[in-house]
C-alpha cells in the first residue's frame, strides 16, 4: 500500500473519529421536558413563590420544602429562583379538576387510591408554564412512613417537575424516576434548569459559561480506547514504510 493510500486511511479514521465522538454527546442527553413541547420556555417570571396548605401536613414539612428550594436555587447557571412566601388558606379541591394559573401551590395529602409520593401538575399556555401544584402523599402508601431524606429527596424531584423538567434517563439524576434519595443534584439535574433558565451572560458579567443550548454530556472515552491506539498503529506502519522506501 502506498504512502499516500495510507494517508487517506488515516484521514477518513480521523474524520469519522471525531465524528463518532460527537454524534455520541448529543445522542446521550438525559433530561426531558414536562411536556411534549420541544419549545417549552418554562415561566415566564424567574422568580416564583411558592405557598404550602398545610392542612395534613405533618411537623416539619415547611423546613423540608424550604431546604428542597436551596438545591435549586443554588444552581449558578440558572436565572431561576424559588421564593416561599408562607402559607395559603387556598385549598387542593378549589385547584384541582381545571387547569390552575396562578402562583405554584403545595399540599399535603393522605391518598390511598395510589401507592405515589408526589405528583406534580403543571400547567401551560402556549409555551409558558403560568400554574403549578404539588401533593404530597403522607399516606402510608406514600410517605407516610418515610425519613426527612427520603421526603426531601421527593420534595426536589417534584419541584423539578415544577420548574419544567420531566423524567431523566440518567439514573444518577434526582429527576429519575427511580431516584430516591439524596439533596445533590447531578450534572443533567444542572443541565435540565440552565436549558430552560439560563443565565443572562451580559447582565452577570460574564460570558460563556450560563446557557445550555444543546445539554453537553462526557465525550465517549470508550471510543478514544479503541480509535487511538488503532491510529498510533496506522502510524507506525506508516513509518515503518517510509524507511523501507528511502532505505532502497
Same mark, same amino acid.
Given at each position: 500500500?502506498?504512502?499516500?493510500? =495510507?494517508?487517506?486511511?488515516?484521514?477518513?479514521? *480521523?474524520?469519522?473519529?471525531? %465524528?463518532?465522538?460527537? %454524534?455520541?454527546?448529543?445522542?446521550? /442527553?438525559?433530561?426531558?421536558? #414536562?411536556?411534549?413541547?420541544?419549545?417549552?420556555?418554562?415561566?415566564? @417570571?424567574?422568580?416564583?413563590?411558592?405557598?404550602?396548605?398545610?392542612?395534613?401536613?405533618?411537623?416539619?414539612?415547611?423546613?423540608?420544602?424550604?431546604?428542597? =428550594?436551596?438545591?435549586?436555587?443554588? &444552581?449558578?447557571?440558572?436565572?431561576?429562583?424559588?421564593?416561599?412566601?408562607?402559607?395559603?388558606?387556598?385549598?387542593?379541591?378549589?385547584?384541582?379538576?381545571?387547569?390552575?394559573?396562578? !402562583?405554584?401551590?403545595? *399540599?399535603?395529602? *393522605?391518598?390511598?387510591?395510589?401507592?405515589?409520593?408526589?405528583?406534580?401538575?403543571?400547567?401551560?399556555?402556549?409555551?409558558? =408554564?403560568? +400554574?403549578?401544584?404539588?401533593?404530597?402523599?403522607?399516606?402510608?402508601?406514600?410517605?407516610?412512613?418515610?425519613? !426527612? @431524606?427520603?421526603?426531601?429527596?421527593?420534595?426536589?424531584?417534584?419541584?423539578?417537575?415544577?420548574?419544567?423538567? +420531566?423524567?431523566?434517563?440518567?439514573? $444518577?439524576? =434526582?429527576?429519575?424516576?427511580?431516584?430516591?434519595?439524596?439533596?445533590?443534584?447531578?450534572?443533567?439535574?444542572? !443541565?435540565?434548569?440552565?436549558?430552560?433558565?439560563?443565565? !443572562?451572560?451580559?447582565?452577570?458579567? *460574564?460570558?460563556?459559561? +450560563?446557557? #445550555?443550548? &444543546?445539554?453537553?454530556?462526557?465525550?465517549?472515552?470508550? %471510543?478514544?480506547?479503541? %480509535?487511538?491506539?488503532? /491510529?498510533?498503529?496506522?502510524?507506525? $506502519?506508516?513509518?515503518?514504510?517510509? #524507511?523501507?522506501?528511502?532505505?532502497?
Amino acid at each position: 500500500m502506498s504512502s499516500a493510500a =495510507i494517508n487517506i486511511i488515516l484521514k477518513l479514521i *480521523f474524520f469519522f473519529g471525531a %465524528f463518532a465522538i460527537l %454524534f455520541s454527546s448529543y445522542a446521550s /442527553l438525559a433530561f426531558t421536558l #414536562v411536556t411534549d413541547d420541544p419549545y417549552l420556555t418554562g415561566w415566564h @417570571d424567574m422568580k416564583q413563590n411558592i405557598y404550602l396548605n398545610e392542612s395534613n401536613c405533618p411537623s416539619g414539612t415547611k423546613d423540608n420544602l424550604k431546604d428542597a =428550594i436551596k438545591v435549586w436555587n443554588k &444552581v449558578e447557571t440558572s436565572r431561576f429562583k424559588y421564593v416561599y412566601k408562607g402559607t395559603t388558606d387556598t385549598t387542593y379541591a378549589e385547584v384541582s379538576g381545571s387547569d390552575y394559573s396562578g !402562583d405554584p401551590l403545595v *399540599f399535603c395529602v *393522605f391518598d390511598t387510591s395510589g401507592s405515589f409520593s408526589g405528583i406534580t401538575n403543571v400547567s401551560t399556555e402556549g409555551a409558558q =408554564i403560568v +400554574g403549578a401544584v404539588i401533593r404530597l402523599n403522607y399516606d402510608d402508601s406514600g410517605m407516610g412512613r418515610a425519613d !426527612d @431524606d427520603y421526603i426531601k429527596a421527593v420534595m426536589i424531584h417534584e419541584f423539578g417537575h415544577m420548574l419544567g423538567l +420531566g423524567h431523566s434517563d440518567d439514573d $444518577r439524576a =434526582i429527576m429519575s424516576y427511580g431516584r430516591s434519595e439524596g439533596e445533590i443534584l447531578a450534572q443533567d439535574d444542572v !443541565d435540565g434548569i440552565t436549558y430552560l433558565y439560563p443565565v !443572562d451572560e451580559l447582565e452577570e458579567g *460574564f460570558l460563556g459559561c +450560563g446557557r #445550555v443550548d &444543546v445539554p453537553p454530556s462526557p465525550p465517549n472515552m470508550s %471510543f478514544l480506547i479503541i %480509535f487511538l491506539p488503532l /491510529l498510533m498503529l496506522f502510524r507506525l $506502519r506508516l513509518r515503518q514504510k517510509r #524507511v523501507l522506501v528511502y532505505a532502497t
